[in-house]
Each structure stands twice: as C-alpha cells, then as structure tokens.
C-alpha cells in the first residue's frame, strides 16, 4: 500500500522521546491530511525502545541494529527499508524532535509551492527551535567561499531561505529525489552524514529550502562532555574531538577529500590545527 509520506528514524536508549516523537509525527500526518508510516531502526538499545514502540505505534515497523551503526548509518539502514514501500516522500526525523501539528502541511505547502516555481521538487528543511525563540537546528549557509564547511544557521518567518547544507533532525525529501541522491554514506561514522547528503543533492541541482515556519522542538546539544568544554583537560578534550560523535579523522578524511576539491588537505588539517592553536592561547603566560 503506498503512503503520503514515511518517517525514517533511528534510537539509542531514547524510549520516552521516542515514542513521544512518533506521536508527533503521526499527529502532524493527520492534521496534514496525509497517509502514513514509519521505518525505525532501533540500533541496540538496553531500554526496551523497540519493544515499547512496537506496542505503542503498531504502524511503525522496527528494525533491530547491531548496536554499532550510530545516526549516519542507522538512518541509512532506515531509508533502504522505507524504500522498499511506495511513498511520495520521505522524511527524516530525530527522535528527539518533536514537530509541531502543522509542521507537515508547512514543509509539504513548501514543497509544492518550490514545485511551482522551478518545475522541480526540491528537499525541505524543517528548523526547530529549542526555547521558543532561537533556531536550534534546521537550514545551513556557508559563512564564505574559502570557509565553504563552515555554516550558519539560517531562518526567516514567512519565507523559504535557499540553503547550502542543512541539519537533519526534520527533512522532507520526494522520493524521486531520494532515489536520484541515493542513500546517506555510510562511510560516515555518525555525523556529517545529513552535510555531505546535502551537497550530493547541490551537485545534482536539487535545491534545498527551509520552511517558513517553525516545525517543531528539539533541544540543542549541550559543550559540557565535549572537546568544547572548558573544564575539561586538552588530552580529554582533544580525544573527545577525534571521537566518532565530532570530527574522527576517517570520516573528515572522507568528507573534506568528497566536496573540498585541490584545497581538499588544507580543509582537512585545519580544525585540528585550530584546536591546538586555542589550546596554547589558553596557556597561562
């Protein structure tokens, strides 16, 4: 049977958030008009996720993961499964995003209205916002030419902004499209992955705007237990940088040498290079 839209999920030890953001989902799939379903790949976890969702939310279908896929290649797990039912499109979303009731009618409005205008479908960013006020996650611009992998967050009420890259946490996308892109590379540990997804689709010439309104809420994550933060010692801090949660050198390896063309090594050593830069800054004179 084909759907409207399929939600693609991945968990980790998230039973309450996870559930609560399936409502939401299915909430906003209702309030949208739309048909539904969910894929979601529930990569080990010790909480009961899988169980408790498939008592739940009867219409989401779950895939156990190995318990070492991480985002990038949980969600990838996810979206080969979706793919083998008929849908119009897909739709990425966090499991600790929880979308507003309209937030389906505004991307999907948002795609349509994207259709009319070029001719073509295009991928829709929903940003999120974590207090009410500022965007936590959501449509990303390129500060600069010469600093094409370093982003700002971009938003405006009312208006569909033109993006470079975007967050995944909330990402409508037709399946046409998905299937031109392909699927998330998974060579990508865990991050960096919803990036490179966007600029494959640049390459293409599938355009990616935000939605003109807020979709939903999801909390920004925190610098305390990252190599941001300040209380911890340099070695800690620059092992937790290496980790596969920020910037392990495989995975940058693969992404700057995939999109940084001849300045490729320059993009690649430069954010180590800057760690230890602040790092001896910070050293008391």
Not at 40 to 59: F, K, P, R
Not at 150 to 171: K, L, T
């Amino acid at each position: 049977m084909s759907v409207d839209v399929i939600a693609v999920l991945t968990s980790f030890n998230r039973k309450e958030k996870t559930i609560k953001s399936l409502a939401f989902f299915e909430s906003a799939a209702k309030a949208a008009g739309l048909t539904y379903s969910a894929v979601l790949v529930d990569d080990a976890s010790t909480d009961g996720t899988a169980q408790a969702v498939e008592q739940s939310h009867a219409w989401v279908r779950v895939i156990r993961g190995s318990g070492n896929l991480y985002w990038c290649r949980g969600m990838a797990l996810a979206i080969t499964e979706a793919l083998k039912e008929e849908s119009g499109h897909i739709l990425w979303l966090n499991d600790d995003t929880d979308l507003n009731e309209n937030a389906l009618k505004i991307m999907s409005g948002a795609g349509l209205e994207l259709k009319n205008i070029y001719g073509k479908s295009g991928i829709i960013v929903g940003c999120t916002t974590s207090d009410g006020s500022d965007v936590s996650y959501g449509g990303l611009k390129s500060i600069s030419a010469f600093r094409k992998f370093s982003y700002q967050r971009v938003y405006q009420e009312h208006a569909s902004i033109e993006c470079d890259a975007m967050n995944g946490n909330a990402v409508l996308i037709a399946r046409e499209d998905v299937q031109k892109i392909g699927n998330l590379d998974i060579k990508y540990e865990h991050a960096m992955g919803d990036i490179d997804y966007a600029l494959m689709a640049k390459k293409l010439g599938i355009k990616i705007f935000t939605a003109p309104e807020i979709v939903g809420v999801c909390g920004q994550n925190s610098d305390k237990g990252t190599s941001k933060d300040a209380s911890l010692g340099m070695l800690t801090r620059w092992e937790k940088m290496l980790s596969r949660k920020e910037l392990p050198p495989k995975s940058w390896l693969h992404f700057t040498f995939k999109h940084g063309g001849v300045l490729a090594p320059l993009y690649f050593v430069w954010p180590y290079i800057k760690f230890w830069g602040q790092a001896f800054k910070s050293l008391p004179k």
